[in-house]
Each structure stands twice: as C-alpha cells, then as structure tokens.
C-alpha cells in the first residue's frame, strides 16, 4: 500500500460523456502528479500541483482535460466529452518536494491508477 | 528538448543471466533520474535514483545503475536475475516533473 488512493479503479464511459477521477495523495505531500499510460508505453505526464497551485499542464494535453486541488489535498482530473483516444490508465503520484543539496522532485508514490475505457 | 531513451523493448532471459538496460537522457539541467519497476498488475514502484555523488546507485532486490555524465546514461544492471524479476522497467528524468521513458518488458524464465 503506498498511501496514494485512486478512484474510480476502472472507468467504461460512452464517448462523449464526462468522466471524474480522484486521487488521494500521502497527506504530507505537497507535491501532486497526473499521469496516463497506455499499452506498451511509458507514463505520459499531463499535470501536476504544489499544494493548491497547478504549476504545470502538458501543451499536448487537449483542453477537455481539467484537473483541480482545491485544499492542497486531494486532486480531480476531469475529462469532458471523452473520446475513444482517451481510453488509457490515469496514474496519480505524490512526492515531497525536497531542497538543500539541490532542489530535487523526491521519489515519487504511485498509485494503483483509473482505467478509463471509452466505448 | 528534455527526453528519456529506453532502447531495449523486451528482453528475455533466463535465470542467473545478467541484465542490463539502457537509459540515455537529454536535458541540459541538474540531473536527477530514476528507475521505476511495474510488476505484473502492480503500481509502479522506486527501484533507485541518482541525485548527486557516487554515480553508481545501488537499489532494491540487487539492481543497481551507474550514472555516465559523458555518455548521458543511466543503465541498469542485475548480475543474476530471478523469475521474479519478470516486469516492466522504467527509466526517468527529474525535469521538476518526472519524464519517462517508454519503458522495458523483461521476461525471465526459470
């Protein structure tokens, strides 16, 4: 158990509907990762958070993707009229944001992710 | 541009073999990276990670990585692998946010 909690685990949506998926990260984290993986590929980053602060979105990511971390806690990722391309793992991870012999992302906690099926 | 090459897709071995796999990078930053393991319907985990020093990193379950500034590489490397050692393996960059490689498929068979 690394302490990140992912919700839904498994998502199967009609194309064009909209789809949540939350993730709980280890609560002294400050920093908060969305990634997504498909078959046979690396994770592909999308987004990420420094306590409530969206400090990044992938210029790949198509604006139907929206993510939140209102309280600096948890994190929603919000896919609107989804497609069938978006059919893929949607991984969260956390880390402590680390500094003095450099500053450094720190190990990142996965968690188990959201499958998210687009008929 | 900021990336992380994994050339080795899939490799197969069998037990006792030695492993390594190779991790070329392209950043122009501080460098930090990372090998991460997914075993069969298993999140991602931290194998080991490079900051700073010693550029030979040692790891979990007896993997280890060298850190080869001039030849931009972060290898793994196993002496002897197990059965269970059968996972997908990736390599990634700290660009604040960490990039990943496409990562490699081991098969280990006894």
């Known amino acids: 158990d690394t302490g990140v909690s992912q919700n839904p685990r498994h998502k199967i949506t009609k194309r064009g509907q909209n789809v949540t998926f939350r993730c709980d990260p280890i609560?002294?984290?400050?920093?908060l990762y969305w990634y997504r993986q498909t078959l046979g590929q690396g994770p592909e980053f999308l987004t990420y958070f420094q306590n409530e602060a969206q400090l990044e979105k992938s210029r790949l990511l198509s604006d139907r993707f929206s993510a939140e971390r209102p309280k600096g806690s948890f994190s929603t990722l919000e896919i609107q009229r989804t497609e069938q391309g978006d059919s893929a793992m949607y991984l969260c991870?956390?880390?402590?944001?680390?500094?003095?012999?450099?500053?450094?992302?720190?190990?990142?906690?996965f968690g188990e992710g959201s499958r998210l099926t687009v008929l | 541009a900021q990336s992380v090459s994994q050339h080795n897709h899939h490799v197969i071995l069998s037990e006792a073999a030695s492993l390594e796999l190779g991790c070329n990078y392209s950043?122009?930053?501080?460098?930090?990276l990372f090998w991460y393991v997914q075993y069969p319907g298993q999140h991602l985990q931290l194998l080991l990670k490079?900051?700073?020093?010693?550029?030979l990193v040692k790891g979990i379950k007896g993997f280890e990585a060298e850190f080869i500034k001039s030849k931009f590489s972060f290898n793994l490397r196993k002496p002897s692998v197990q059965w269970s050692d059968t996972a997908e393996y990736f390599c990634a960059l700290d660009t604040d946010k960490l990039i990943f490689g496409t990562g490699t498929r081991l098969q280990v068979f006894p």
């Open positions: 609560s002294e984290h400050n920093r």
């Open positions: 490079y900051f700073s020093g010693d550029p």
């Open positions: 991870a956390s880390s402590l944001l680390r500094s003095g012999r450099g500053l450094n992302t720190g190990e990142l906690f």
């Open positions: 950043y122009g930053g501080t460098v930090n």
